[in-house]
């Protein structure tokens, strides 16, 4: 059964004529008939009932005739995604990205799309490897690991972990805190499978001390909740919640931070617009968190600009911090 045999088929039917379905198509009336009369060959039914020189659609045509539009609407329909697969054009793109920065980066960046960029959609891969998520079908992953030289790769932002405690805590006027005082706090932690998490550990081991009081969460917003309702300090790197007063957290003098990276593959048939997505990531992470998100060459944070005396030093913009 070939495509353009059904489409003579509902060209036909349409028309209610041979003769007019013919002019239509540009063949002659007698080449469409024997099509018609080969695909009831073909299906071994009559489509057609003919008799007083009238043409109609028989039972069996009246049911096949909404199948045989379905198929050829499903054939353009391929035809289309083939041609912008061959272009290297995307309709659907999915980014994959750990909880929080699909709430605090992704979700916003995708209310930047417009109408000639490809529908989005997201995938949370929390604790995931980058190999997973593309597995899983995702095109774009930003990562927080660094992703491995088999894929295409570019650094997103760089972006700091935040202590966030109540405005009537003694420190909610702190531009930093080391974590060796953190420890003397009930500190709010994320689950293992966050990486604020393995930062706070990798950190705490570094300093040789040890949170005795720990409330472990499997959410960073409930996270930052319960440092709302003083049950301690939240160690995330979300945007800030409940008004709460974000201090950059230190060990020997540094800023502890998170590394934004986008990865794709690099046999992706769309290589050149992901590299093109992932650029625009980049740009609009500067837009929303400040230049200070850049990575600079050697992969660090660049140097915060001055304070404003403000519960967030560093942050570029009221209310905002980084995931």
């Not at 290297?88 to 709430?103: H, K, S, Y």
């Not at 930003?142 to 202590?163: F, G, Y």
């Not at 992932?278 to 740009?283: M, P």
Request: charged share 20%.
């Amino acid at each position: 059964m070939e495509l353009r045999t059904l489409a003579s088929f509902v060209a036909v039917a349409t028309a209610a004529s041979v003769s007019g379905a013919a002019r239509q198509l540009h063949i002659t009336q007698p080449a469409l008939s024997r099509q018609i009369h080969q695909l009831e060959r073909e299906l071994a039914v009559d489509l057609f009932t003919r008799g007083g020189g009238r043409l109609a659609l028989s039972a069996a045509g009246r049911q096949f005739l909404p199948l045989a539009r379905e198929v050829l609407k499903r054939a353009a329909d391929a035809e289309r995604a083939a041609a912008t697969i061959a272009a290297g054009r995307l309709e659907q793109v999915t980014i994959a990205a750990p909880t929080t920065t699909l709430t605090d980066v992704i979700a916003p960046f995708v209310a930047t799309f417009g109408p000639a960029d490809p529908v989005p959609n997201v995938l949370d891969t929390t604790g995931q490897p980058v190999a997973a998520a593309l597995h899983l079908g995702a095109d774009l992953v930003v990562t927080t690991e660094p992703p491995p030289d088999t894929l295409a790769h570019t650094a997103v932002a760089v972006l700091p972990v935040w202590a966030y405690v109540p405005p009537d805590h003694r420190w909610h006027a702190s531009q930093q805190v080391d974590v060796e005082e953190l420890v003397t706090e009930t500190v709010i932690a994320l689950s293992p499978a966050f990486k604020a998490r393995d930062i706070l550990d990798h950190a705490l081991e570094r300093a040789g001390v040890t949170a005795h009081r720990l409330i472990e969460c499997t959410n960073p917003q409930v996270a930052q909740a319960l440092a709302a309702a003083g049950r301690g300090v939240a160690v995330v790197t979300d945007d800030p919640r409940f008004d709460l007063c974000g201090i950059r957290l230190r060990q020997n003098g540094e800023a502890l931070r998170i590394h934004l990276h986008a990865t794709w593959d690099t046999g992706h048939h769309a290589h050149a617009l992901l590299g093109e997505l992932a650029q625009r990531l980049r740009e609009f992470c500067v837009e929303r968190y400040g230049p200070q998100t850049l990575p600079d060459p050697g992969g660090r944070l660049s140097p915060p600009r001055p304070g404003r005396g403000s519960p967030q030093p560093d942050a570029v913009a009221p209310g905002r911090s980084g995931p």
